[in-house]
């Protein structure tokens, strides 16, 4: 059966500790508590269908083959700064997995991504690349950073965040249909600074007390 695109991953764990994130009055360490705790959740769903290889190994009681994940293939792509809140809960589950990163900030008139950083891990065309960034807002930022792994030669790529607006969503799918989305949520719309409405405001900002 087709993925829908995007698949929106609404698990009521995730829907609760969402709200607390969107809550103005959450603190830094709360909001990068429950960001790491949703990336666990999030990294649950995208990570689904990767494959297994087989093993023999002993139980107590006999031998047998058993199924064994190829972390080393996996590569997480962090789109900084805001991507090292849900990489580091992915990490936790799948410590073997490689890691890259795409330094971006949006600038703040043109809403266009800016990079500043770029860093991946070899033989990147052998793995399966799964970029996080918490925010899709114009999706400017996801589009240009996946557009930035596709040419060091993945083949093979995801997208994870938080929240989504519907302008987002649009403008990365159209870029890369063949790159799937997966989001806790989609909001309304975009407001004329390019913010997610009714969003969570600066999700960098909010992680590192920048603001
Ligand atoms: O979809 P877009 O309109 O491009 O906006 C989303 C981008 O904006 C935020 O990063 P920001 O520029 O604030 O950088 P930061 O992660 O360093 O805070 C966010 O983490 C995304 O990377
Ligand atoms: O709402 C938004 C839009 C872009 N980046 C964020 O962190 N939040
Ligand atoms: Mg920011």
Redesign the pocket.
């Known amino acids: 059966m087709e993925h829908p695109n995007p698949v929106v991953v609404d698990h009521p764990l995730i829907r609760h500790k969402l709200t607390i994130m969107r809550e103005a009055t959450t603190t830094t360490s709360k909001f990068r508590m429950l960001l790491r705790e949703i990336s666990l959740l999030l990294a649950y769903e995208v990570l689904r269908d990767l494959e297994c290889t087989s093993i023999e190994i002993e139980t107590p009681l006999e031998r047998m083959q058993a199924p064994k994940l190829e972390g080393k293939k996996l590569c997480f792509v962090s789109i900084l700064r805001?991507g090292n809140g849900l990489l580091d809960g992915m990490l936790d589950l799948v410590p073997s997995a490689r890691v890259g990163h795409v330094g971006l900030y949006?600038d703040p008139k043109s809403l266009e991504p800016v990079e500043y950083y770029m860093k991946l891990p070899e033989h990147i065309g052998d793995r399966l690349c799964i970029a996080v960034d918490?925010?899709l807002?114009?999706g400017n930022?996801a589009a240009a950073a996946v557009q930035r792994i596709k040419d060091a030669g993945a083949t093979r790529i995801k997208f994870v965040c938080l929240?989504a607006?519907p302008e987002g969503i649009a403008t990365f799918t159209k870029a890369h249909p063949d790159v799937p989305v997966y989001t806790a949520a989609i909001d309304r719309e975009?407001n004329d600074h390019?913010?997610?409405?009714p969003?969570?405001?600066?999700?960098?900002?909010?992680m590192y007390g920048t603001k």
């Open positions: 805001a949006r918490p925010m807002a114009t930022s929240l607006a975009l390019g913010y997610i409405m969003g969570l405001g600066d999700a960098g900002d909010r």
